[in-house]
């Protein structure tokens, strides 16, 4: 299928975890460049800090790579990898990789949450790894999120399903990002509530606007 020539070549993995939160959230930061920095946003940069410093360690038998950046042109995928985690020494990161033995982990602020965007994030990880590596689709049959909050690894399988949503999240955000205007907000107010966007996206209003419009129709 031929697309758009200004659709964009890239989309960011982090960016991609915003439109699996809220595609009206991903356009404004992705396509328009916002950026609203609150006391969350702060909290969850500064728990970051360590990992955020490229360069590798081991743990036991375990090889940590911190902030891996990866590219995948035919996804068209690009971002970092928090942690790769490496299960034993006994090859290079494909033939690791191939045998089940390489899997992204992700940090994150709070605790393990409802919403499916951090399993997305996770996910796009592990296709871009298995594109860079050269390795064959679903060599990375999972991952892990660690939450700060709650201090625990939770395991991630990258399963068929997990997949298709992802690769089904990622055609579609291109096609936003081009977009004229922004998607109207979405309706879940638990959402808006922890979203820093919220003081300029004014979700209420606008959806108060719009029911207004067609009221008036
Ligand atoms: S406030 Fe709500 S609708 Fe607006 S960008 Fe954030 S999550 Fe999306």
Redesign the pocket.
Known sequence: MNEPQDTPEYISISYLNAYA??P??FY?EFTLGEMVVNEHVLEGQQLHERVDQAGYSTVGDKLQLRRVYVCAPTLGLVGYCDLVEVEGEAGDLPTMARAGLLYPVEYKKGKMGQWVNDHTQLCAQALALEEALGVPVGSIGLGYLFYFGSARRDEVLIDEGLRQRTLALIAEARQVAVQNAPPL??TNRR??RD?S??PI?L?REVLALRSGLRAAD
């Open positions: 939160y809220c009206r959230r404004y907000p979405i959402k808006c979203c966007l919220e996206c979700p």
